[in-house]
C-alpha cells in the first residue's frame, strides 16, 4: 500500500504494463524527456529507454495513426494526445478508422490501443483546453471510453485498458492530477465497465465521473446534514456502461440525479437518464435531474469557469430542492 | 488565387512517351509474365466490375482503376509475402496485386455473404490481412498515417518487413500527408509512399488546386527525401521504382515517396463521364493505355502471341469464376449487422 498522486498513479500504472509486456509502448508529444506537460510520465524514459519511451512530432493523426497501425501488426501501443481539446484535431483517426476497422473488416483486424489525455476544467486555460469531451468518444460505436476518479482507479483502469483487445479511450482529469489515495501493492488490475457505488444511501442516487466524484461525495456529506442519505455512484466507464449498478440503486432510492461535467446537451447523463426512464420507471419518485455545465464554451477566469462547473454547493441545491429537504 | 480559366476548360496533359530503354531493365521474363498477367487480372476484373454495375448488381459506389493497374501491378510484385499493403478506396487493383483471390472481392462489391468481408466492408474498404493486404480507407490520407505505424512495428519487433501506403494526387493536400511523411523520416521507417497522380481529384483538375507541379514529387524535398516521378503506364518502370525503394526501406534506409504519373480511362467513380477533361487528352492516355504497350514489349522480347493469348484466356476464365461466385453467394443474414464491433465479436455497449 502506498499513497500516489493521481499524477504518480499514471506513470506507475503505465511502468507495471511497461513491465509486464514488451509489446507494449507509448508515445506522444513531450512524453519521454520531459516526462509529459502534466509531469504524468515522469521516469518513464529512464527506466525504459527510448525505444518504448518516444518523443512525437505536433501531429496528432500521426500519432493515432501510427497507433493503430502498430496495434494492427502486434504491438499494444499508449498514445497520449496532451489536452483532449486536441482529439478533434486527430479525429478522422478515432472515429472513422480506430472505431471502425475491426467491424469493416469483419473482425479481421484487432485494435488493442490507449488513447490517453487529460481531459476537463478546473485549471482557468479556456475554452481550448479544458473541455470535457469524453461524450464525444461514448457515441462512437467501437470505443470504450474510461475516466477514473482516483489513483487506485487509475492504475487498475490502466492496466485492464491496456490489456483490452479494443480501443480505449482514457481521460485524465487535469484537476485531479493533484488528488492522492492508497494504491495497494503489487499488481493491479480491474474490470472495465464496473461502476463502483462509492456510498451507500436511502434516499436518493447521484451518479458522477472523474472530477465531479469528489464533488457528488462531498455534497452528499453536506446532504446528509439535512436528512438526505445519497448513494453516489462513480461511473468510471462510460463504454461498456455499468447500468446494473445504476437502475439496482435507482429502484431502491426512486430517485436519479447524474453529474456531469460535460456541456449540457447529449451529455452522458442524458442516456443514463433515458436508460432509467425505459427500464425502471416505475421505481421512480420524482423526476430524474441532470445537473451539468450549462452549454456554453468553457471561460477562463476563475470566477465564470467555478460559476459553470457544477459545484459541491450546486449539486447539494439541486437534490435538496428537488427532494424538498 | 484565381483558376485562369473556365471549368473544364485547363490545358490538356499529354502523356510522355514510353522510354525506349525500359526494354533493357534487368528483370526476369518470368517477372515479366507475371506483370502482365496482373494487369490483364486487374483489366478484366474491373470491366467485369463495371459490367455488374451496369445491371444494377453491384451495390453503392465503386472506383474503377482502368488504366491504372501498371502501378499496383509493378508494386505489387515488388513485394514480398510478409508485407503490408494500405490501399485506397480506389484499391480493387492493390488487393489483387497481393494475390487476394478475384471471387470473394467480386462477392464483396456485390454485398454477399461470401464477399471477402461478408458485406461489411463494401467496395472502399477491401480487407485480406491473410495477404498483407491492411485494408482500404476511403478518408483521404488516413492511410498514410496508419502505414507509419505498421512500418514502426516492424522496425520495433526486428522483423524486416515493409509497407506500402497507395495515394491519390489529391491526398498531397491533405494534413495527414505531410504529417505522416515528416513522422517516417524523423523515424526512418520501413515505408514506401505511392501516389498514383491520375491528374484529377474527383472532377477537378490536380494541377488548378496545387502549388507544385509535381503533388508528391515536388513535396519530397521538404522531408529530406529523394524525388521520384516515374512513368506509372510502365510496369517496368514502377517495378523498378518499387524495388529499389523497397530494397531501401528494408535494409533500414527509411521512406520513400514514389509519384507514378497515370490516369483513369473511366470517371472517378460508378457512372461519372468524366466530360471534366479537355479534348483530345482522353484519347492521348488511351493510346498510351499500360496494358497494350506492354503486350508488345513482351512479343518484342521473344514471348508469343500464343503464350500471352493463353494468359488472357486463364484471366477471362478466372473472371468468370470469380462472376459465379459472387453471383451464386447468399445475402448476409440481418442479425451479422450485430456483429464484430468488439473484440468478444458483439456489439454490447453495457452489462
Ligand atoms: C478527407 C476527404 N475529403 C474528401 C473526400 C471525398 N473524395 C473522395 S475521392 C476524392 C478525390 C480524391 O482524389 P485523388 O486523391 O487524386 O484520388 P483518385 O480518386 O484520383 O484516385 C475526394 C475529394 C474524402 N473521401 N475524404
Ligand atoms: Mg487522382
Known sequence: MAELTYREAIAYGIAQELRRDPTVFIFG?????????????????????????????????????????????????????????????????????????????????????VIRTGNGGGSRFGAQHSQSVENWAMAVPGLKVVA????????????????????????????????????????????????????????CTIVALALMVPRAIAAAEVLAGRGIEATVIDLRCLVPLDTQTILSSVSETGHLFTVEE??????????????????????????????????????????LEDAVIPSVERIVNVVAKSLDA | MQIPHEYGAHEARLPEPVDPNMINAPIPLGTRLDLYRLQQQMRQFEKRAYDLFLQNLVKGTSHLSIGMEAIAAGVGQAMRADDYTFATYRGHAHTLARGVPMGPVLAELLGRSNGLLAGKGGSMHLTSVERGVMGSYAIIGAQLCIACGSAWSAQFRGTDQITVAFMGDGATNIGAFHEALNFAAVFRLPVVFVCENNLYMEYTSIFDVTAVEHPAADRASAYGLDRIVVDGNDADAVYMAASSAISKARQGGGPS???????????????????????????????????????????????????????????????????????????????????????????????
Open chain 1, 29 to 113: 508529444e513531450d512524453i519521454a524527456g520531459a516526462g509529459g506537460v502534466f509531469k504524468s510520465t515522469v521516469g518513464l524514459l529512464e527506466e525504459f529507454g527510448p525505444k518504448r519511451v518516444i518523443d512525437t512530432p505536433i501531429s496528432e493523426q500521426a500519432i493515432l495513426g501510427a497507433a493503430m497501425g502498430a496495434a494492427m501488426t502486434g504491438l499494444r501501443p499508449i498514445a497520449e494526445i496532451m489536452f483532449s481539446d486536441f482529439l478533434a484535431v486527430c479525429w478522422d483517426m478515432v472515429v472513422n478508422e480506430i472505431a471502425k476497422i475491426r467491424y469493416m473488416t469483419n473482425g479481421q483486424v484487432s485494435v488493442p490501443l
Open chain 1, 262 to 303: 460535460n456541456p449540457r446537451l447529449c451529455g452522458w447523463g442524458a442516456e443514463v437518464v433515458s436508460i432509467v426512464a425505459e427500464e425502471c420507471f416505475w421505481a421512480l419518485d420524482g423526476p430524474s435531474i441532470r445537473i451539468t455545465t450549462p452549454h456554453v464554451p468553457l471561460p477562463s477566469a476563475d470566477v
Open chain 2, 257 to 351: 515517396l514514389i509519384e507514378a504519373t497515370t490516369y483513369r480511362h473511366g470517371g472517378h467513380s460508378r457512372a461519372d463521364p468524366g466530360k471534366y477533361r479537355p479534348d483530345g487528352e482522353v484519347a492521348a492516355w488511351l493510346d498510351r493505355d499500360p496494358i497494350p504497350m506492354y503486350h508488345q514489349r513482351l512479343l518484342t522480347l521473344g514471348v508469343s502471341e500464343a503464350d500471352l493469348d493463353q494468359v488472357q484466356r486463364d484471366v477471362a476464365d478466372e473472371v468468370e469464376a470469380a462472376t459465379v461466385f459472387a453471383k451464386g453467394g447468399a445475402p448476409p443474414q440481418a442479425d451479422t449487422a450485430l456483429t464484430d464491433v468488439w473484440a468478444d465479436g458483439g456489439s454490447s455497449w453495457r452489462n
Open chain 1, 148 to 203: 477514473p476518479s482516483t489513483p487506485a482507479d487509475v492504475v487498475g483502469l490502466l492496466a485492464a485498458s491496456v490489456r483490452d483487445d479494443n480501443p480505449v479511450l482514457f481521460f485524465e482529469h487535469k484537476s485531479l492530477f493533484a488528488t492522492k489515495g492508497e494504491v495497494p501493492s503489487g499488481e493491479l488490475v480491474d474490470t472495465l465497465g464496473t461502476a463502483k457505488v462509492v456510498r451507500h444511501g436511502k434516499d
